[in-house]
């Protein structure tokens, strides 16, 4: 009966905006991109073990690009698809990670079909850059960690 209602709650959501090449983003910007308030963000954290921010000085919440997919497919089920909180967390505790197929359909999309060989080889070039400088700041975040 419940996935009746959540055909009855499906609806369009807003289009939200590509997400920049940069390492972290603040709550704000978070949220912008996202969709959603800074507060809800605060919320679905205590309600989604799988998002975890990075937490600076003061505290401070990190979000890195696989946290706002993980946000913006949270957004999608409770908005989108009417789902509970606790259907969303059952949901997205049954695939794995932060939709791997997301993050590579957000990198393809990403790239101009129209571009010429050159330039798509340098897109390439520069999202392996960015994913090699990424998987650094995670193994310095563990090294840290482990401290």
């Not at 309600?47 to 946290?67: S, W």
Request: glycine share 8%.
């Amino acid at each position: 009966m419940e996935s009746g209602n959540r055909a009855k709650a499906g609806k369009a959501l807003a289009a939200l905006p590509e997400i920049p090449e940069k390492q972290y983003f603040s709550i704000s910007e978070a949220a912008e991109l996202c969709g959603v308030k800074a507060h809800v963000l605060r919320y679905w954290e205590q309600e989604f073990p799988q998002l975890k921010p990075v937490k600076r000085r003061g505290n401070r919440r990190y979000y890195q690009k696989h946290d706002l997919l993980l946000v913006r497919q949270i957004r999608s089920l409770l908005y989108g698809e009417g789902f509970t909180i606790h259907g969303a967390r059952e949901r997205i505790g049954q695939r794995p990670g932060p939709s791997e197929l997301e993050i590579s359909s957000q990198l393809l999309l990403d790239i101009d079909n129209g571009a010429s060989v050159d330039s798509r080889q340098q897109t390439w070039a520069q999202r392996l850059l960015f994913l090699r400088q990424e998987v650094e700041a995670l193994r310095r975040l563990c090294a840290g960690q482990r401290d």
